[in-house]
C-alpha cells in the first residue's frame, strides 16, 4: 500500500509522540529523527493538532506533546486526515465500462481490506512490545 | 475477576443469552452442540467461561487444535470469543484468550488462528492487540 508522505510522517509523529504523552517534542527535534525537513514536519504537526491529537509548537522550536488517546486512536484515524477517503475520489476515464467497473470492484476490495488493517490497528497496540 | 474453567452443560442458557444480546439472534441448537463437541470432549477441543466472583457468566471461549487445514500445520484456532458488554475493559477477553494459547500450547502447536468479520473493528482491534497479524490464507466466498 502506498501512503502520502505526509501520511507516513503524520503516522510518524503521531507513534513517537504518543510513546510518552508526558514528553514534548519540537518539530526539528522530530524532523531529525525521521530524517525529513521541519517545514515539511511542521505542516504535519499542524494538521495532527487541528484533529486534537496533538498541541503546542509555538515557533520553530515549540514543543509537541500527545493529547489524543492512544487506545482509542488507529492508524486509520491518523491515514483518514491526510488522504482522500475511499470513493471521494474523482471518477477516472474508463471507470464506467465493464472492464473499468470490474477493475473498480478489485481495487474496492483492496481498500477494504486495508481500511480494516488499519483501523484494527490502535496506537496502543503499535507501542507496545510484540508479544 | 473472577475465575476460568471449563464449560459444563449448565452454562448453556447464560452462553446462549451472552451471545443474543451481542448478535441479536438465539441460537440456542447451536451452542447445544458446540458445548456437547467441545465441552468436556476430546482434549484438543476446549469450550472456557469466564466467571464473576458472584458466579455469573462474564465471557466465554471455543478453540480447537486442527492440522492441515487448508493445508496448514497444526495450529489452536479460535472459534468464539465473547465478553458481556458491561464486564468490558477488565481483561476478561485477554485472559481467556491467555488461557486459550496456553492450552494450545500444552498440546504442541505454536501458532494461534482466528477468523473475524473484517468491518467488525471492535474484535479486530481486540486480537490485534493480542499480537495476531494478517495470517497465512486469504479467506474467499461467494453467493450459490
Redesign the interface.
Given at each position: 500500500m502506498k501512503l502520502q508522505t505526509a501520511t507516513r510522517l503524520g503516522l510518524y509523529a503521531a507513534l513517537e509522540l504518543a510513546r510518552d504523552p508526558e514528553r514534548t517534542l519540537s518539530a526539528a527535534d522530530l524532523a531529525e529523527r525521521f530524517g525529513v525537513s521541519a517545514h515539511h514536519l511542521a505542516k504535519v504537526l499542524r494538521t495532527l493538532s487541528a484533529a486534537g491529537l496533538v498541541r503546542g509548537g509555538r515557533g520553530a522550536t515549540g514543543g509537541y506533546r500527545f493529547t489524543g488517546n492512544r487506545r482509542r486512536t488507529?492508524l486509520m484515524d491518523v491515514v483518514a486526515l491526510f488522504e482522500p477517503a475511499p470513493g471521494r475520489r474523482a471518477p477516472e476515464p474508463g471507470e464506467a465500462t465493464p472492464i473499468g467497473q470490474g477493475l473498480q470492484r478489485v481495487l474496492a476490495e483492496i481498500d477494504?481490506?486495508a481500511e480494516?488493517?488499519l483501523?484494527?490497528?490502535?496506537l496502543?497496540?503499535m507501542l507496545?512490545p510484540?508479544? | 475477576m473472577g475465575t476460568i474453567r471449563a464449560a459444563e452443560p449448565a452454562d448453556l442458557p447464560a452462553i446462549t443469552d451472552l451471545d443474543r444480546r451481542l448478535t441479536g439472534e438465539t441460537k440456542a441448537t447451536y451452542w447445544q452442540q458446540t458445548l456437547e463437541r467441545y465441552a468436556g470432549g476430546p482434549p484438543d477441543r476446549h469450550f472456557l467461561v469466564a466467571e464473576t466472583d458472584s458466579g455469573a457468566l462474564a465471557g466465554f471461549a471455543v478453540g480447537e487444535v486442527r492440522a492441515w487445514e487448508f493445508g496448514q500445520p497444526a495450529a489452536g484456532w479460535v472459534f468464539a470469543l465473547q465478553v458481556d458488554p458491561k464486564l468490558r475493559l477488565k481483561g476478561i477477553g485477554t485472559t481467556l484468550f491467555d488461557e486459550l494459547c496456553a492450552r494450545f500450547r500444552e498440546q504442541g502447536v505454536r501458532r494461534v488462528r482466528t477468523l473475524v468479520d473484517?468491518?467488525d473493528?471492535l474484535i479486530?482491534?481486540f486480537?490485534?492487540?493480542?499480537?495476531m497479524v494478517?495470517g497465512p490464507s486469504l479467506e474467499l466466498d461467494r453467493e450459490l
Open positions: 488507529t477494504e481490506i480494516a488493517t483501523r484494527s490497528i490502535s496502543e497496540t507496545r510484540r508479544r | 473484517r468491518r473493528h479486530l482491534s486480537f490485534r492487540s493480542q499480537g494478517a
